[in-house]
């Protein structure tokens, strides 16, 4: 018989995936002296796209203890976002004109490098990680998810628990399971996108290690410094628009030299990742919890990555899952209603987020469009760079508040929201 990789005979919970949110979890159950098996089914370090951070995220990070261990790589700082378009027009949105406690800066990372870390953490905290795992099914116990089905090497192997974390991303093992999954057409978009090497921020025309978000009529355009001599710089556009062009590098090409602040920041630089695409970015689940299970992150939602909130939301509702699971298992809530505060947590800040995509997507690519009346009515420029920060959580933002009252871009069925601070000396 085949000795299992899991050592255990049953565990607390479960994590299908071991990226942010997996990472995430496992890491916040295990301080909370929960067992834990997280089955990853690649190797880390692996490449992921998704490499500037939001403030929010260094919150996060420093809620982890983790904060110090990405500072230490040494990545590019990020003070503050450009935007900018193909006539040459920019604005400056810089995290210090937040305010209060906010804070001023954050990170730009090369993925595969800050997704280890995240693991590596998870491990070191006690949970069993089992890479190269290829979850094939849930195993269920009535209407209750119970553990996982799993193949390592040409093995299969069954390992029950209480609670599965689903945080496999956009495989999305228990939404297309349960067939929870609704896709989002208006938003179908594609992303071609290269790294360049040599990178020499004296061409920067803006301020060093900004992220720059460069709109034209047919989508927009990133660039992010993800170590100090590398970009990753990328072109969305509706996915119609990448299927007329002759081919991917073409339309790649054209639309990167559309922006003349982005060909002048990569002055002399060369291709050291080719080409690489993505597409079908936008889906959602309206039940991301159920008996005995929880999604999170990509999972659960995904939607156009313009203003990085992906990996924010992965991060904090893995959090947040463990501790309402921890909450259950502990007996201090009852499954049903600990699960709904989560929900209900993930679809305020989701749908938040949501809202703010569809902004800037239903005004001509130019998120400024939809604030000028705001602007014209007396709100200050702080709230502005407080959304693009991951503020998803608050009563008091003029803008968010602005947003939540357009019928049109309604995401979720009807839900309770909860606002609340980030973290608070009780989490």
């Not at 406690?101 to 280890?116: G, L, M, N």
């Not at 999954?181 to 900004?210: C, I, Q, W, Y």
């Not at 503020?391 to 606002?419: G, I, T």
Request: charged fraction near 25%; aromatic fraction near 10%; glycine fraction near 10%.
């Amino acid at each position: 018989m085949t000795v299992p990789p899991h050592r255990k005979s049953s565990y607390d919970a479960i994590v299908i995936g071991g990226g942010p949110a997996g990472s995430a979890y496992a890491h916040t159950l295990r301080r909370r002296g929960h067992s834990v098996l997280l089955l990853e089914r690649t190797r880390f370090p692996r490449f992921h796209i998704g490499e500037s951070l939001l403030t929010g995220v260094a919150d996060t990070l420093e809620h982890m203890g983790l904060l110090h261990r990405v500072a230490a790589q040494g990545f590019p700082v990020k003070t503050g976002v450009e935007l900018t378009g193909d006539d040459g027009s920019h604005r400056r949105i810089a995290f210090a004109d937040m305010g209060d406690d906010f804070r001023d800066s954050t990170f730009h990372v090369e993925r595969a490098d800050f997704d280890k870390i995240l693991l590596d953490a998870a491990a070191e905290a006690g949970a069993e990680v089992v890479e190269n795992a290829q979850v094939s099914a849930p195993l269920m116990n009535g209407d209750r998810v119970a553990g996982v089905r799993y193949k390592v090497g040409g093995s299969t192997y069954e390992a029950p628990a209480s609670f599965v974390a689903d945080a496999s991303g956009r495989a999305g093992v228990l939404a297309r399971r349960f067939g929870l999954r609704k896709s989002k057409d208006e938003l179908r978009m594609a992303a071609v996108f290269k790294h360049f090497g040599g990178l020499d921020e004296k061409f920067n025309p803006g301020t060093e290690g900004d992220i720059q978000l460069c709109n034209h009529k047919d989508g927009w355009v990133w660039a992010i410094p993800i170590r100090k001599d590398v970009i990753s710089v990328g072109a969305v556009t509706p996915q119609r628009t990448l299927r007329s062009a002759p081919t991917p590098e073409d339309l790649f090409n054209e639309h990167v030299n559309r922006i003349p602040r982005v060909r002048e920041r990569i002055t002399g630089t060369e291709v050291v990742r080719e080409l690489t695409g993505e597409t079908d970015y936008s889906y959602h689940a309206d039940r991301i919890v159920g008996p005995g299970f929880f999604l999170l992150g990509d999972a659960a939602c995904f939607t156009d990555p313009i203003f990085s909130g992906g990996l924010f939301l992965a991060l904090i509702s893995g959090i947040r899952a463990a501790e309402q699971t921890s909450k259950i298992i502990s007996g201090r809530e009852e499954e049903a209603e600990a699960q709904e505060y989560f929900a209900n947590f993930y679809k305020t800040g989701f749908e938040t987020y949501h809202r703010l995509i569809r902004a800037f997507y239903d005004n001509d690519y130019v998120i400024t469009n939809y604030m000028q009346d705001l602007f014209a009515a007396g709100m200050h420029p702080r709230w502005v760079a407080r959304t693009l920060n991951g503020d998803f959580w608050s009563k008091d933002n003029v803008l968010v508040n602005a947003m939540r009252s357009e019928e049109r871009w309604k995401l979720f069925e009807d839900f309770e929201p909860v606002y609340r601070p980030l973290f608070r000396a009780d989490d």
